[in-house]
């Protein structure tokens, strides 16, 4: 599937861009994981980021609107809504991932074989993702064979998949490859998704097998990585509520400021 042309007059600045980007969030599975779906709204070009599970229905959203629909949005947005404002037709330009447990990646096979693009993923977390159908037996869930990504990402690159770009900051610690993707903005707040990197009032866990877990790390990552982002940055975290860098920085117990070295609560009890 083709995305919008980067013509002089599509291939805008990401300014222009993120000033009609529509972020629509999918709460899906037993473990409610956030799987996010960005949408610039000049061109239709979409991407997906953390396809785990409900693969139908998000995928009948986007298409065409059918179903319950997204549990959260930025932009109120219907399919009425979508036809009045004469809106182009979405267009998934590719799949990409924070990181490769089963929750995050589960139903990505059947976004690869209904949208046949590029799926995006660090390399550190192939060896992970290659487990994902026993990890997610472990716990109870039952996922299709794991898919192979197709690309991978680097820290620092920045990439452009059809008109949406997006930084890649690689944040190691909940799992080898796990990154977080950064939306820039120069009129309102960047908005950041972390996947299991750091939630509202906690971390990623480290204790979980195969992953690379490791907290001093994942401390590391977070304060050296996400600390120099600017403090209206809008964080969306893999699973609970949304946050900001300035309230984590704050105020979070394990790596905030008055967190101290090894955060207020020691090791290993962190969510």
């Known amino acids: 599937m083709v995305c919008g042309p980067q013509t002089a007059s599509a291939s805008k600045s990401l300014s222009d861009t993120?000033?009609?980007l529509l972020i629509e969030h999918f709460l899906v599975g037993a473990l409610q994981m956030r799987c996010s779906v960005v949408t610039d709204l000049n061109t239709g070009d979409t991407?997906?980021?953390?396809?785990?599970?409900?693969f139908h229905r998000i995928s009948s959203w986007i298409d065409t609107f059918e179903g319950p629909g997204p549990d959260w949005m930025n932009i109120p947005m219907s399919k009425e809504q979508w036809i009045s404002k004469n809106l182009p037709q979405r267009k998934v330009c590719?799949?990409?991932n924070t990181h490769a447990h089963f929750d995050h990646t589960g139903h990505i096979?059947?976004?690869?074989?209904?949208?046949n693009v590029d799926w995006y993923l660090h390399q550190d977390d192939f060896f992970l993702q290659s487990l994902a159908k026993q990890s997610a037996e472990r716990w109870g869930f039952e996922i299709p064979e794991p898919a192979i990504p197709t690309k991978s990402f680097v820290d620092g690159q920045v990439l452009d998949l059809g008109s949406l770009k997006f930084s890649v900051l690689h944040t190691?610690?909940?799992?080898?490859?796990?990154?977080c993707l950064m939306f820039e903005n120069h009129d309102s707040p960047n908005h950041l998704f972390v996947g299991d990197t750091i939630f509202a009032g906690s971390v990623g866990r480290t204790d979980l097998p195969d992953s690379g877990g490791?907290?001093?790390l994942l401390a590391s990552s977070i304060r050296n990585k996400l600390w120099s982002l600017?403090?209206?940055t809008i964080i969306h975290p893999g699973h609970g509520p949304l946050t900001t860098?300035?309230?984590?920085?704050?105020?979070?117990?394990?790596?905030?400021?008055?967190a101290g070295e090894f955060g207020r609560y020691g090791f290993g009890k962190y969510a």
């Open 18 to 20: 993120m000033q009609h």
């Open 109 to 115: 096979p059947f976004f690869l074989k209904h949208y």
């Open 47 to 54: 991407l997906v980021i953390d396809g785990g599970e409900e």
């Open 245 to 258: 860098i300035g309230r984590e920085m704050a105020t979070n117990p394990y790596v905030g400021k008055e």
């Open 172 to 179: 190691p610690g909940h799992t080898l490859g796990g990154c």
């Open 214 to 216: 490791d907290f001093e």
């Open 230 to 232: 600017d403090e209206s």
């Open 94 to 96: 590719a799949l990409v």
